[in-house]
């Protein structure tokens, strides 16, 4: 395994794949991260959909917008749409615990983040989509009313690596005691 700050860095969002299947092994290392995201008081509300369909990965690619993921969406061999429970991260018998309301939100986004990081450290490529029709994609995929479709993820292993997109300092973000 990669040093943890190296995967961290090194990882970019991949929107261009070369044409190579990824091998089941690697794919269940992914999924496995999924299980062992945080998440609150561990109600793991999360399920994964892995599109490999290309009739579906094409309908899918089309409730995106101006994405430049676009074509990326059909080139990449393996696409997890990533989906949460309502109600049920930061709720407590039914009712909502924080002035934030529903954390799915939150817990979805450490999984998407734990999917990038362990398919860069397998060499594959990812980029989360998160710009898209997500009620068209409910219909595509059969997901249940009471969740949402969060991201998309296409994956494969990367045919152009883009430079890092420049990130603000730490002087720009950090603060000491106050705000
Ligand atoms: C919540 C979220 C949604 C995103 N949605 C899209 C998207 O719809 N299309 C896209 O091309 N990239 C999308 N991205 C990727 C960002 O553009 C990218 O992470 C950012 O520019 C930094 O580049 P890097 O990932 O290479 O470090 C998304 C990233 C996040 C975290």
Known sequence: MGDLMDIIKGRRSIRKYEDREIPQESLDQILESVRWAPSWANTQCWEVIIVKDPDIKERLQATLIKNPATKAMVQAPVVLVICGKMKVSG??????????????????GIVSQNICL????????????GLFDHNKVKVILGVP????????????????????????????????NRF
């Open 145 to 176: 009313d009471d969740y949402e479709v969060v991201t998309m993820i296409p994956m494969g292993y990367p045919a152009k690596e883009p430079e890092a997109p420049k990130r603000r300092e730490m002087s720009e973000f950090i603060h000491l």
């Open 118 to 129: 362990t398919a860069t450290n397998l060499g594959l490529g990812t980029v989360i989509v």
């Open 91 to 108: 709720y407590y018998k039914g009712q909502v615990e924080t002035e934030l309301g529903d954390w799915f939100m939150f817990d979805l």
